[in-house]
């Protein structure tokens, strides 16, 4: 598949071994329809092998108003699940894909807008961010799979605070409950997550998959067999050349130090 195959929505480019994708349906607030759902599906299914990391943004004021809501008016119930279950499918290929994905948060990040955040591994935010969860007035429910990655985020009184009074955060408040990892000025969220892409480019594929794959899978886990499956991880990941090989080169005086803060 290529990228000029996705919906005219969505807008994908490479830099690098970083792969970017805008959301890019700015006049209506890059409001998630479903071509662009299923676009999402097919751009993380098929990514090339050499891409390291993606980089999610949004085209113009805002990263995502949520659900289109047009879609909504004259769906069935039975439909309802389907639709449902297909951003569940696009989502879960956005947090268990092949490489790790750092969401670039402005403007309204919303609904399901937040639920597409929340898929991703890494979120900064700019200072002109903010997050609710508006549904509970349109009368609806969430969809996108916000009820599972949203509590283990920001707690589940706080979601719930969050759907019960449709209250707006502020990019600091997201900042400051776990929403998103880095909080920076307006304008610098592209250049600071393509920064974090590139760093996290450079780490070895086994343990960005651990990273990614393993460590969720333990933190849901019970602790005994949590750390079970921890072993394994660490001994697949020292068994490896590549670890191997960056072990050498510190001890060689060769591998960067911890910078200090
Ligand atoms: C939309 C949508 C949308 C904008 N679906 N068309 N999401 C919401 O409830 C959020 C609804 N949107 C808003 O509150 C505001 O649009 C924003 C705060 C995001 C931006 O405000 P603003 O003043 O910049 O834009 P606007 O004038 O409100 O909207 C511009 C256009 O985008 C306008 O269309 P136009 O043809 O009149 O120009 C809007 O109708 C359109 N637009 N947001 C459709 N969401 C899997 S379940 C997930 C459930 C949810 O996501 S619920 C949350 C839905």
């Known amino acids: 598949m290529?990228?000029?195959?996705?919906?005219?929505?969505l807008q994908a480019e490479r830099r690098g071994v970083v792969a970017v994708l805008r959301l890019n349906r700015a006049d209506k607030r890059n409001a998630l329809n479903d071509p662009m759902v299923a676009g999402i599906e097919t751009f993380f299914s098929t990514l090339p092998d050499d891409?390291?990391?993606?980089?999610l943004c949004g085209q113009g004021a805002h990263f995502s108003a949520g659900l289109d809501l047009t879609e909504l008016v004259d769906r069935k119930t039975f439909a309802g699940v389907e639709h449902s279950r297909s951003w569940h499918r696009a989502f879960d290929r956005v947090q268990f894909g092949s490489v790790p994905v750092v969401a670039v948060l402005h403007g309204a990040v919303v609904g399901g807008g937040l639920e597409l955040a929340a898929a991703a591994h890494v979120r900064v935010a700019e200072r002109n961010a903010f997050y609710a969860l508006p549904e509970g007035s349109r009368g609806i429910y969430?969809?996108?799979?916000?009820s599972v990655r949203l509590p283990p985020l920001i707690g589940t009184a706080r979601m719930m605070d969050m759907m019960l009074t449709a209250r707006t955060l502020s990019a600091e408040e997201g900042q400051m409950i776990g929403l998103s990892q880095y909080l920076v000025d307006e304008g610098q969220g592209f250049a600071k997550g393509l920064e974090l892409a590139h760093r996290i480019a450079d780490n070895a594929p086994f343990t960005n998959f651990a990273a990614m794959h393993v460590l969720p899978r333990i933190a849901g886990s019970d602790p005994a067999a949590g750390y079970v499956t921890e072993a394994l991880a660490?001994?697949?990941?020292?068994?490896?050349?590549e670890a191997k090989a960056r072990l050498k080169a510190f001890l060689e005086k060769r591998g960067p130090k911890v910078a200090r803060k």
């Open 2 to 9: 290529s990228w000029s195959d996705l919906p005219s929505s």
């Open 51 to 55: 891409i390291r990391v993606v980089v």
């Open 142 to 146: 969430l969809g996108g799979g916000g």
């Open 234 to 241: 660490a001994a697949i990941a020292q068994g490896d050349d």
